[in-house]
């Protein structure tokens, strides 16, 4: 139990340090998510209802922000697996909402591997982390899903994690491209079996 001196405001100032800091990290990733990685960090601060000065002092430089958004998104996204399974109307539906916020939180982990370029091996380690976290979750789901007949193609969570990162991947600003009803298809394509596709014989 944390004690002082009648008047020692500590506890409460570390309450505050805390609650700004989930603050701006919650803020941040929505930011990101809607106005890209390259928002402007004072459009952050606003948003996490706090000034320029507080952001600077729990995260100097913006890569120090990408870095701790990508490792509360991670975390995020982690937690989130269970507790759709638990609360969504059916297994499929679980697994197409958490896919819907990893495509959220992809807009994050592509603006780390910019911000970190000449740091390969601390952008591998994040990589790493990404995989060691997620991956198992997504296993979760479409096993759940496959348990309950929902899906039945033959996928791995792996292929599955890597294909929606990569449609993220391409996206450019082109209204004519909506990548959420792409990754849409792309996981209701898993309720029926995928036919075996064999190259035509060249003429």
Same mark, same amino acid.
């Given at each position: 139990?944390?004690?002082?001196?009648?008047?020692?405001?500590?506890?409460?100032?570390?309450?505050?340090?805390?609650?700004?800091?989930?603050?701006?990290?919650?803020?941040?990733?929505?930011?990101? @998510? &809607?106005?890209?990685?390259? =928002?402007? $960090?004072?459009?952050?601060? *606003? #948003?996490?209802?706090?000034?320029?000065?507080? +952001?600077?002092?729990?995260?100097?430089?913006?890569?120090?922000?990408?870095?701790?958004?990508?490792?509360?998104?991670?975390?995020?996204?982690?937690?989130?697996?269970?507790?759709?399974?638990?609360?969504?109307?059916?297994?499929?539906?679980?697994?197409?909402?958490?896919?819907?916020?990893?495509?959220?939180?992809? @807009? &994050?982990?592509?603006?780390? =591997?910019? $911000?970190?370029?000449?740091? *390969? #091996?601390?952008?591998?380690?994040?990589?790493? +982390?990404?995989?060691?976290?997620?991956?198992?979750?997504?296993?979760?789901?479409?096993?759940?899903?496959?348990?309950?007949?929902?899906?039945?193609?033959?996928?791995?969570?792996?292929?599955?994690?890597?294909?929606?990162?990569?449609?993220?991947?391409?996206?450019?600003?082109?209204?004519?491209?909506?990548?959420?009803?792409?990754?849409?298809?792309?996981?209701?394509?898993?309720?029926?079996?995928?036919?075996?596709?064999?190259?035509?014989?060249?003429?």
């Amino acid at each position: 139990m944390v004690t002082t001196e009648p008047g020692n405001p500590a506890p409460k100032r570390r309450a505050d340090v805390a609650r700004n800091e989930r603050a701006l990290l919650a803020a941040a990733a929505e930011v990101f @998510a &809607t106005s890209g990685v390259d =928002a402007p $960090v004072r459009e952050v601060a *606003a #948003a996490a209802g706090v000034g320029m000065g507080t +952001l600077y002092r729990h995260f100097p430089t913006r890569a120090d922000l990408m870095v701790a958004v990508y490792r509360h998104q991670i975390d995020a996204c982690a937690e989130a697996g269970p507790a759709l399974l638990a609360s969504a109307p059916s297994p499929f539906a679980a697994l197409l909402d958490w896919v819907h916020r990893f495509v959220d939180f992809l @807009a &994050t982990k592509h603006g780390v =591997a910019k $911000v970190w370029q000449g740091d *390969a #091996a601390g952008y591998t380690a994040l990589h790493q +982390l990404f995989l060691d976290r997620l991956v198992p979750v997504l296993s979760d789901l479409l096993d759940a899903a496959t348990e309950s007949g929902e899906v039945v193609a033959d996928i791995r969570p792996y292929e599955l994690i890597r294909a929606v990162g990569d449609l993220v991947a391409w996206t450019v600003q082109d209204p004519d491209y909506d990548v959420r009803r792409i990754v849409t298809l792309l996981v209701t394509g898993l309720r029926q079996a995928q036919p075996e596709w064999t190259p035509s014989p060249p003429d």
